[in-house]
Nanobody, 124 residues
Framework: QVQLVESGGGLVQPGGSLRLSCAASGSIVSINTMGWYRQAPGRQRELVATITSSSSTNYADSVKGRFTISKDNAANTVYLQMNSLKPEDTAVYYC??????????????????WGHGTLVTVSS
């Protein structure tokens, strides 16, 4: 039983900043990777950024230099700092995690979990 809850979305002007948060909760043994994806109306869901347990990061070309992904291991939380926002960044942003769950060692299993999304609107 694991869930991801995103927060921090909202309306921001072009050039502005926003920070998204995603907190994982439940029977979590370890988190291998957490990331952010986004989906704009009429478009495919796309990867925005990911971060591994060793803090290796990966970004989509469209956000490099503007977005920064980070995490707080103790809080099982991942963040996305979004700067210099553009109207094309408007989308529902989804948190994703690849983790190991289970209440006992013999019940451990790998799992991919998605949050329900938070809307980011960049408009003047």
């Amino acid at each position: 039983q694991v869930q991801l809850v995103e927060s921090g979305g909202g309306l921001v002007q072009p050039g502005g900043s926003l920070r998204l948060s995603c907190a994982a909760s439940g029977s979590i043994v370890s988190i291998n990777t957490m990331g952010w994806y986004r989906q704009a109306p009429g478009r495919q869901r796309e990867l925005v950024a990911t971060i591994t347990s060793s803090s290796s990061t990966n970004y989509a070309d469209s956000v490099k230099g503007r977005f920064t992904i980070s995490k707080d291991n103790a809080a099982n939380t991942v963040y996305l700092q979004m700067n210099s926002l553009k109207p094309e960044d408007t989308a529902v942003y989804y948190c994703n995690a690849h983790l190991v769950t289970g209440s006992d060692r013999r019940s451990y299993r790998s799992l991919e979990v998605w949050g329900h999304g938070t809307l980011v609107t960049v408009s003047s």
